[in-house]
């Protein structure tokens, strides 16, 4: 028996509807102190590629509720700001009483942007466009970079043992990167000193410390292993998620 879906038969919008279905449980246990303990999880990633400037202009795409924001501010970075265009995160992002953070389309605002950002972050973003527009979003991030300006990209890695259950575990997933293509991608769009780095986990507590000790033992037999089987394994991340660092 054959089937068919009238075209009537759905009008839900994938990336925003079923994007903020997912995170809406999330949402709920939100509150200032939970978002306070990221702050570890973001000094370890961007920490030491923060601009020496506080008055730079850093933008966080896709920022969510702003977790980010509020560690930048916390820095004092004053000019750091945000943008998500998912309703449920701004509401509570205005809730938290998290400044910066306003309702904007990545390519619109990036494309009225021009030369002007020290930093441009994007955290698990990119992985939720096509190929094609994951091309465009790089091209015009770079155009609204501060002359040696920093890209820094947050996202699933193909390479993890779990790469299969990091690409599939969220319908709204396009595309997820290993070491070597999200290199490619950025060199593609004019960036430059490319660099490729491992999220190890963030000691914050006993149970995140736990999991630092097994990661020292797990990393190198994952590196050991794929050695074995390809004969290669230079310049590969194996962590579950890769951050990818690149110059204007």
């Known amino acids: 028996m054959g089937y068919s879906v ?21 949402l709920r246990d939100i509150d200032p102190r939970a978002v306070r303990r990221d702050f570890a999880l973001y000094a370890k990633v961007a ?16 920022c969510g509720f702003g977790g980010f924001i509020a560690y930048l ?3 004092g970075y004053g000019r750091a700001q945000g943008i998500d265009i998912s309703p449920e995160m701004l ?3 205005r809730w938290l009483r998290i400044e910066g953070v306003q309702d904007a389309d990545i390519a619109s605002f990036l494309a009225r942007a021009c030369a002007e950002y020290a930093l441009i972050t994007a955290f698990d973003v990119i992985e939720h466009f096509s190929k094609q527009e994951i091309l465009d979003l790089l091209y ?5 970079l ?6 820094m990209i947050c996202t699933p890695n193909a ?10 575990a969220d319908f709204t997933h396009e595309y997820i990167f290993d070491a070597n293509s999200i290199r490619q991608c950025l ?11 491992p999220l190890r986990p963030v000691v914050r507590g006993t149970a995140s410390a736990l999991r630092w000790a097994l990661w020292q033992i797990w990393e190198p037999l994952l590196k050991l292993s794929f050695a074995v089987e390809s004969g290669w394994e230079s310049g590969q991340v194996f962590t579950p998620n890769l951050v990818a660092v690149a110059h204007k």
Request: charge should be positive; hydrophobic fraction near 40%.
């Open 6 to 26: 009238s075209a009537q038969a759905s009008r839900i919008d994938y990336r925003g509807g079923l994007y903020a279905s997912a995170h809406a449980a999330r």
């Open 73 to 75: 501010h916390n820095r």
């Open 140 to 144: 015009l991030a770079r155009e609204a």
């Open 159 to 168: 390479m993890s043992k779990y790469g299969r259950w990091c690409r599939y």
């Open 187 to 197: 060199i593609a769009t004019g960036f430059r000193d490319v660099e490729v780095l």
């Open 146 to 151: 501060a002359a040696d300006g920093r890209l």
């Open 47 to 62: 920490g030491p590629f923060l601009p020496l400037d506080r008055q730079a202009k850093i933008l966080d795409l896709g």
């Open 91 to 93: 509401e509570t992002a």
